[in-house]
């Protein structure tokens, strides 16, 4: 069975095609830019030999429709293409960032499930909209396919009201649905999952704290397989600092800032999303930049990584706390799967909570899931390549019964 997943936003679409019978991907690529005179798509495939070959095709890209289209194109084409006829295609699964209180789970789209995306527009107004868009072009492009919604809130829809409501009036949740919803939800759930098959127990019986730093990042406390708690709020921008996302702060910063600095609604907007986390404290976004400033002897950089891996290792405290007893931390995404320098100093003086890292292992550079924790920790301490574009797949899948 092949299945297609899209990931749509405001000017782009991600796309990624997978053959599930052979669990592998047999293409994926980027149009970006949608709109703009410099649109570029990107599209990498395998050749029948299993080589990755990448064609960039430079050349202005209307809007989403002629993006996907494009992209399905190569994706038959006689000289490259990965399929014979787009009716190889058995489903496509959208990513959708918000799915409110609607949606615990992934889901077959209908009017209904449109209308109630719609609805959660309100919640996510950068998403939602691009996510739509992705859907609408995809019902016209693959009228016979199946279409489903894999929702980034979901595997968060249990978290217990005491985890979710703010302590603020009770109107603000019951009249506006303002709550912590949690984000990264397909990524929590996928290294869940491949943490209970690496550690041969039922995931059902296994407590986790799950660690996603990529360029955004968060937490989760998984309990038996269910989401307890998260660091992510009603959006993406609570909880852990962030490449650009200040992550928590004190929400009065806002309202001096705004009285104070004259600051607008736009410039706190940008501030919170653009100007804050690793790149306001020090300069620099990119986790391999600030780590390779901190070594040339940058006290900012430094400083950058010391607040990033405080507060990891806060809610590695908290979430112990939350769950009592704790199996395994996991460890996903791209600085998570790749800097052992930002693993250490998170787990750094855990071992009152019986978490130890073993320095050679943690060092070790092999790709796959790996286990990283000294024997003497009581707790496991893993690394896990997430795939999100998988998990997407898997969850068509299931949902369409395949
Ligand atoms: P996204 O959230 O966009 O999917 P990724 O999961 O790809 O992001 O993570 C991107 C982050 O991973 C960047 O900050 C990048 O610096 C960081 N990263 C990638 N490789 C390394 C590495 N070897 N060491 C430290 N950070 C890394």
Redesign the pocket.
């Known amino acids: 069975m092949k299945i297609l997943v899209i990931n749509s936003g405001s000017s782009s679409i991600k796309y990624e095609l997978f053959d599930m019978d052979q669990r592998r991907a047999l293409s994926s690529g980027l149009a970006e830019k949608i709109g703009e005179p410099s649109s570029i798509l990107t599209h990498q495939y395998l050749t029948a030999r299993g080589d990755k070959k990448k064609i960039v095709e430079k050349a202005e890209i209307t809007n989403h429709y002629q993006g996907l289209q494009r992209s399905v194109d190569l994706l038959m084409d006689p000289r490259h293409g990965v399929i014979g006829h787009r009716s190889e295609i058995a489903a496509v699964g959208h990513r959708v960032v918000h799915g409110g209180e609607f949606f615990q789970a992934s889901t077959r789209i209908d009017d209904r499930v449109m209308a109630a995306i719609r609805q959660c527009i309100a919640l996510a107004p950068l998403h939602n909209p691009a996510n739509l868009m992705g859907i609408e072009v995809a019902c016209k492009i693959f009228p016979k396919a199946a279409q489903v919604a894999v929702f980034d809130t979901a595997f968060h829809q249990s978290l217990p009201n005491y985890a979710y409501l703010y302590a603020i009036p009770v109107e603000l949740y019951e009249k506006h649905k303002i709550r912590r919803y949690g984000f990264h939800g397909t990524s929590h759930a996928f290294v869940a999952e491949a943490a209970a098959a690496f550690l041969s127990r039922p995931l059902t019986q296994l407590n986790l704290i799950t660690i996603h ?4 990042a968060s937490m989760c406390a998984v309990r038996g397989g269910k989401s307890v708690d998260t660091s992510m709020g009603l959006t993406p921008l609570a909880g852990l600092p962030m ?1 650009t996302r200040c992550g928590d702060i004190d929400p009065s910063i806002l309202l001096i800032l705004a009285d104070r600095v004259n600051m607008s609604f736009g410039d706190l907007d940008k501030m919170l999303n653009k100007k804050s986390g690793l790149l306001g404290l020090c300069g620099v ?5 600030v ?1 390779r400033k901190k070594q040339a002897g940058d006290k900012q950089a430094k400083i950058a990584l010391e607040v990033y891996t405080y507060q990891v290792k806060k809610y590695i405290g908290a979430y112990c706390a939350c769950l009592g007893h704790v199996d395994a931390l996991v460890f996903t ?3 998570g ?3 052992p ?2 693993r250490e100093l998170c787990c750094r003086n855990l071992q009152a909570l019986g978490i130890e890292i073993d320095d050679e292992k943690n060092h070790d550079s092999a790709d796959g899931i790996r286990q990283i924790s000294s024997r003497n920790s009581k707790v496991k301490v893993l690394v896990i390549p ?1 795939n999100e574009e998988l998990r997407i797949a898997q969850e068509t899948q299931r949902v369409i019964g395949g």
Do not use: F, H, K
Not at 213 to 216: A, D, T, Y
């Open positions: 730093l990529g360029n955004g490449g976004n990119d986790m391999r930049e780590i995404a791209g600085i799967e790749n800097s320098v930002v997430t």
